[in-house]
């Protein structure tokens, strides 16, 4: 079944293809794309090139990593600016992209008879139909009237399949942020570790109602990795930093342990450090984040500093998920598995280096509180006392 997985997932991405130095194209979904290699998924096997081997790379992922930096000069409020990045993604095969952008865009005009030809809208007297399940229904009414969770907007993106009973410009924008944050995940770390784009698209549940978010222990957000969905309770209000949290699981997730070699081994405090690491580093309205790396958490920083007894580097190392679920100091053992994150990342260069080398391990499940203290060549109490430090000199 995996094998089948894989080869529908790569025929899924027709348009992508690699031309080598040599004359030669292989054709196959582009996995892997940096300055140093460049894999292709041909059916159920993976094709590695060094970059200079390679001529041209045309992949789905580089059509929308450019659109995406037109959404980002994109004028707020610009309808037409909107609707020509739409009828873009349409002309370059990016179809989930082209309908979300048009629906977006259908949120500052709902009369722009192009976008509603972009979303797919069946034009009905004066008015425009949109599919409902198996139902048609008026645009108008359906964007003006509250969604029960069965008859939800549902998106498809490149990455994403997202579903929202939430008004239309929150259920569409939620879309976008999904992207937005993998553009920055993989910007940030594609170099550094083994990311392959993952073989399917991650569901994203946000929930408009508590009566249909499926309770889990209390938490108004999180990601069940065996259903591969991150859930969000959007009753209240749509908390942006916490989807961005939950993407950052699915993300870890479905390049580390669900994926063709299926080794990963992220530890508990990596993967919340990092999950807190990357809303800490945003900023702006929905769909138009901002994420920029190494930005401070203070509240997380001023949490770990005036901690009576923090958490000792043996403990936060063998934190396992049930400890973040559990009532007991659950802040203070977010804040310190982000605090220890940024240490690890920005203290110095020499540090950041061991880091992703004990991240790599993790990615192949080597992921213990030993092979840290490997990775680091750790004297632990030096360690302890220079991340004490750092967190100290915060203020």
Partial sequence: MQILALALAALAFPGDAVTLKNGKTVEGRVVRDTAREVVVRVGSQDKRFGADEVLLVSSQARKLEELLAQWDACPSGDVGAVRNLARECRARGLDGEAR????????????????????????????????????????????????????????????????????LREAVGCAVELELVYRAFFAWFEDELPLHEPVTAITAHVHADSASFPEASGRLAYFDPRANVLHVNAAQRLDIGALVHEAVHALLHNTSSNTKAALGAVPAWLDEGLAEYLPSCRYGELARGVFTAGQRNEAHFARHRSAEKPYDLGRVLTFDSGDFAASSQSDLKYSQAYTLTHFCLHSSPEQRTQFFEFFRRAFAGHGSATDFKSAFELNERKFEAAWREYVLRSR
Avoid: I, M, Q
């Fill in 100 to 167: 979300v952008f048009a629906l977006l865009g259908l949120t500052l005009d709902g009369a722009d008879a192009a976008l509603h030809e972009l979303a797919g809208h069946e034009r009905r007297g004066e008015g425009w139909r949109v599919r409902s399940g198996s139902k048609r229904e008026d645009f108008d009414k359906r964007a003006a009237r509250t969604l029960d969770w069965g008859d939800a907007w549902e998106f498809e993106t490149t990455h994403f399949a997202v579903r929202s009973n939430l008004a």
